[in-house]
């Protein structure tokens, strides 16, 4: 079993319950929107990473990170981006390259979001940065177990519910 953390927009800033939180994880992955250097050290901290820029990591010191990344738990084919749309472009009209992953990993919208499309698993572990309109921020955790992936959504303040506003969610998916 793989526990991975799952985390996204942290506009330079690192939530201090996410140590708690990503405490024991095997890997986190990281969907852009980095906002400093800093926030990937912190993150190194507790377990190996893999980051992808955003949208505003563009002009700073994260523009260095790919746009994509592919990395395979188990035998499951995972890919993190920052933005899903181009993705799922690509999945729809048959031209992402093979292998087609499992799991789409993404940030961008602040929107907690766990859904299937075409049986891949699209999970976005919503903005772990500051509160921006009304949603709750949050991350992830993915359980990768036997080819099964089980994901999570975790509101960073206790109490709050991740789900809320996101408008797309579901209680558990597995692949």
Do not use: W
Request: proline share 7%; net charge negative; with cysteine.
């Amino acid at each position: 079993m793989t526990r991975i953390g799952v985390i996204s927009d942290t506009h330079g800033r690192v939530h201090p319950r996410v140590f708690e939180l990503f405490a024991g994880v095997d890997h986190i992955l990281h969907a852009g929107d980095i906002g400093a250097e800093e926030v990937l050290i912190d993150l190194r901290a507790i377990a190996p990473v893999t980051a992808v820029r955003g949208n505003v990591d563009e002009l700073r010191d994260c523009a260095g990170y790919p746009a994509e990344a592919a990395l395979t738990v188990g035998s499951v084919r995972i890919h993190v981006v920052h933005q899903v749309d181009p993705v799922l472009q690509r999945l729809r009209s048959g031209t992402f390259a093979a292998p087609v992953p499992d799991v789409v990993v993404f940030g961008h919208s602040h929107k907690g979001t766990v859904e299937r499309v075409d049986g891949v698993l699209l999970f976005n572990p919503g903005s772990a940065g500051p509160r921006r309109f009304k949603l709750v921020p949050s991350v992830g955790r993915l359980t990768v177990d036997r080819g099964k992936v089980i994901p999570e959504l975790i509101a960073l303040e206790p109490g709050e519910d991740p789900g809320a506003g996101s408008g797309r969610r579901e209680a558990s998916a597995a692949v």
